[in-house]
């Protein structure tokens, strides 16, 4: 049972260049996140995707673009990267076919740490 | 809109004592709340969840929390902390539409 697959785990940056994000989940979620998590700020939500074939802001979009490739598999990218996106990206997924959504809980990733310099 | 506050960024406690970790929560509709643990270099684990029925909830790793709706708490607790129960513990509530919206998170330091 992989859960929520992120690669890489690590990664630097020059400023100004570009990366994506991967993730793939294999366990039939609807619903996929990226998240990124500074000191003392917690994790805050970047984009989401509800179900395949949507993709939503969230709370710091800023900066990124995101991909629903499939139902597995959701991408973020960094076109221009700069030093204040610096941080650790976390994936998730939620939402299994029929299971009522207030039972939602999030399956995590073990996350990306990029350092843009 | 609804968003949780983790009152207290740092706890510490020794090993064997009560743990309890501070959670208030915002939210205009009846709220669905959890509980996250993260060790060092991982990421989220579910601890345990509040949906509706009882307030009492149990998780794993004997931790607790008690929905208490008319002081608009979640508090976890667990009563005799472990020297691997050493971790940061976040907070969260759904804000409806599948997404949750995390406090800023607690470490707990546990002593020997």
């Known amino acids: 049972n992989a859960g929520v697959t992120q690669t890489p785990k690590f990664q630097v940056l020059k400023t100004g260049q570009s990366m994506t994000l991967q993730c793939a989940q294999d366990m039939n979620h609807n619903s996929m996140y990226w998240y990124r998590q500074d000191p003392g700020m917690g994790l805050r939500l970047i984009y989401y995707s509800a179900s395949e074939g949507t993709t939503d802001k969230g709370e710091v979009p800023n900066g990124y673009n995101v991909s629903r490739l499939n139902k597995r598999e959701f991408s973020l990218r960094l076109e221009s990267a700069a030093p204040s996106q610096t941080s650790v990206y976390f994936c998730?997924?939620?939402?299994?076919?029929?299971?009522?959504?207030?039972?939602?809980?999030?399956?995590f990733g073990s996350g990306t740490r990029l350092t843009v310099v | 809109a609804q968003s949780v506050t983790q009152l207290g960024s740092h706890v510490s406690v020794s090993e064997g004592a009560l743990v309890l970790l501070r959670c208030n929560y915002s939210s205009s509709v009846p709220p669905y709340l959890f509980w996250y643990v993260q060790y060092p270099n991982q990421g989220l684990q579910l601890l345990l969840k509040?949906?509706?029925?009882?307030?009492l909830v149990k998780g794993i790793n004997g931790f607790e929390a008690e929905f208490k709706k008319s002081e608009t708490s979640f508090h976890l607790t667990k009563p005799s902390a472990h020297m691997s129960d050493a971790a940061e513990y976040f907070c969260a509530v759904n804000t409806g539409f599948q997404k949750l919206v995390f406090g800023t998170g607690t470490r707990l330091l546990v002593s020997p």
């Open positions: 509040y949906t509706t029925g009882a307030t």
């Open positions: 998730a997924s939620s939402g299994s076919p029929g299971q009522p959504k207030e039972l939602y809980g999030y399956t």
